[in-house]
Every structure is written in structure tokens, then in C-alpha cells.
């Protein structure tokens, strides 16, 4: 629950007004720390308690934590809302794919190559996977940790290590502790063996317990160790225990604001369910419902992509619709008589338009106007696409420097912006209606470059 400026400011110094935090008063600083919009220690004067005491209030409900390292650093949890409507999710759940010690080389080395393979471009976003969760059932101490030394060496991505016992697990974690792997699970029987050892190379924690209820005890001793980036399992071994599960965590977290629960969980659709099409639909599930670390015992190409996508579209803001750049793009090799197309820069009217110049094989400039990330349509009809506007972003846009010609195809669906924008650019444009949707781009770009070159 979000703590309120007037609360934070009981707690400041009050000396009338230093400003030494950049702020004309204690309250202004105190409604800025409200809303995340500074620093606890900009203040000079807090004492060490109250800063603590302010930075415990001022967390986020449900607690920062990161799996692997640098680039394919997976961030989860610091989640605000319930419901992705409220406002938005923001860290959206790393995927990881299960390879047991007990695979033999070939099927390790194939699921290696496999996430490294697996990448999908999605409207101008990449689509993978994210970690891989090395767990060990052979019973051979020596083949588990050969196992993550060969993942170690041989990919960047982050980890996640299963192993019951003790011994194994950390010496897996020391192989790999810069590259911050989860190790689970750590459980009631085991926390007092453990604690020691998480302390000596401190990387994020997987708590296993048999219900929410033993969650809580395990979170509060971890955080009493100083424990804190914990990732929870409430051992749910069935789909509907686990929505169960993970629906009182969340809500005990961000509605009671109760901080023992306030740590994202992990889903194992690889236990929960029996067969491959089953475990898709349960690890879907868990993208609706807030896991964030989903582990899958396989996919492939076909079963990972829906997930992937749900996945974007699950944790894209919804009060913002996906927007690419506003600048003229190349597709292909355009020279000086290449074709010169204007779009709005709704991420997908863009994708779909440069896709359709890109299959005629014909080098053009696609230039995208900034129409607060609307289709073209819609937003000549908020008066984001008038033949104004865009006759000012191609004046300033640096089109008119990279081509010989001055002919601009303009999107059929807005053919009445013509004498608008030909106005605009001073005549000195030709302007040429093109298709109405972009499957018409195919069948009337090559006939239009013609005439450029001709
Ligand atoms: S620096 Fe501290 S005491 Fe001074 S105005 Fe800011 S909050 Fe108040």
C-alpha cells in the first residue's frame, strides 16, 4: 500500500526550509518521496533510524529481485497493482527451461542450443526465453556441478539451481555466484543449514514451503539473516491450489500490504502437469497469475511463441499503446529515387507497412510520424495525422536531403489529408494516394518505383 506524503513528513527534521534536499520545504520533499520521485538520503539530517524506518515504508510491496547478470539480467517482482488495469504490470516473468543432470549429453546440448535458438521478432521487440533451471536428480554430486560448469561456460544466461541437497547446491552456486543464479529449495527442514551458507556468497533465495502459511515463517527468519531477495513457492501441486496460492500472495502483498508475502513467486508447470500441452496451458496460467519465474520442462518453437506473446501482451502498458520512433526508417538500400511512404507510428501499422515494402524487394524510405502511437485512422481523427502536421515532420524529418524526386505516397485511408499537406509543403510535393491497407503495397509499389526511375 502506497504510504502517504503527510505520513512521510511527521517523520522529516522540519527545519525551516534549509532546502539542502532541492526542495522548497520538508513537505514538498515528503510528496515527492511519495511518489517515488526522489531519494531518502537527499535529506542531510535524517537520523539512521528514521532513514531506515522511511526506506522499510517506502519499499516497494512486492520486493526487487535479480536472476543472472548484465545483459540477460531478469528482473522480477516491484510489481504496484493487482490487476494489470489499475495500472500496469512491470516486470514480466522470466521463462526458464529444466534440463535434469540425469539428460544424457545429447539432450542437455540440444536444449542448450535450443534457448539459444529459439528467438522470435515480434513487433519490433525480441521474443525469447530467459534462464535455464539445472536441477539434480542423478544422485552424482560430480554430474550436477559438470552440468552447470557446461552451462556456465557455455551461455550467458541466468540460473536457476534445484537440488535437495546441500552440498550440491551451494558448490553449484560458487561455480556460477557472478552470473547471481536462484538457488531453491529452501525449506523449513534445511533453512538453519542454509542460512550459513547463503550468507557466504549471497544470491538470490527460492523458499519452498508446503503452504502460504509455512511461506511466512521461512520469509521472516531469511529476513532476519538479512535475506532478502526471495522468490516463494508455495508448493501448490495443482493448477487450481496453485491460482489459489499465488492469488493470496499477491493480494495479502499489495491490498494488506503484509511484507512477509511481498517477494514474486516461481510456477513449476513442469511438476504440476503430466503431458507437453498440459503444462503449456498451466504455465499460461501462471503469466495470468503473477508468477514470475515460470519453468517448463521442454517447448519448442510452437508451444514457446503463444507463451512469448502472451507474455508481451500481458505485460505491456496498457495506457500506452506500443509506439516506434518518430524518423524516416530505410528499408532495404533506398538511393535517391527510392520511394518514399509516410505511416503513423503505431509500433504495429509501422511493422506491417515496412514488412510490405520489404517483400516487394524494392529499397524505400518509410518515414513514421509521431501520432502518440495511434493507427493512422484513428489518429486523423484525433487530429494527429492532419495534412499540417505532416507536412511539418517531412520538413524537419531530413527526407527532402536523402532523395532527388519530391513525390510522397500518403496512406489511402487518409486520402482527404492531400491538398492539406500539399499546402503545407508548399506544393512542392508531389503527393500520391497509395493503397488502403497495407496487402495493397505489394501489388502498387513496384509500378510507383518505376515511374521514380524512369
Ligand atoms: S533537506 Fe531535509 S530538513 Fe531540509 S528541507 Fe529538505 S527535507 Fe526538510
New binding site residues.
Partial sequence: MPVAGSEIVKM????K?????G?P??FA?AMKLASAGTTVDK???LSDETKEKLLDLLAPPIKLVTIGAGDNAVQIGNEEVIYRHEKTFVHSPGIALLISDKDDDAKIEEKIKKIKDLQFPWVGVGLEADLLALRFESGSKDKFLALVKKVYDSTDLGMILISEDMDALFAARDICADRHPLVYPITKENIDEAIPKIKENLTPVGLHGHSVEELVSLTTKMKDAGIEELVLDPGSDNLLDAMRDQTFIRKAALKQGFKPLGYPTIGFPCFIAGDGLKEMLVGSAFINKWASVIVFSDFDRHSLLPILVQRLNIYTDPRFPMAVEEKYYEVGEPDEYSPVLITSNWALTYFLVSSAVEATKIPAYVCVKDAEGLGVLTAWAAGKFSGDSVGTFIKKSGIGDRVKHRKLVIPGKVARIKGELEDALNLEWEITIGPRETTGIGAFLPGFAKQLKG
Fill in positions: 522529516l527534521p522540519g527545519r526550509p534549509c532546502r539542502d534536499c526542495f520545504t520538508c520533499f535529506c542531510p539530517y
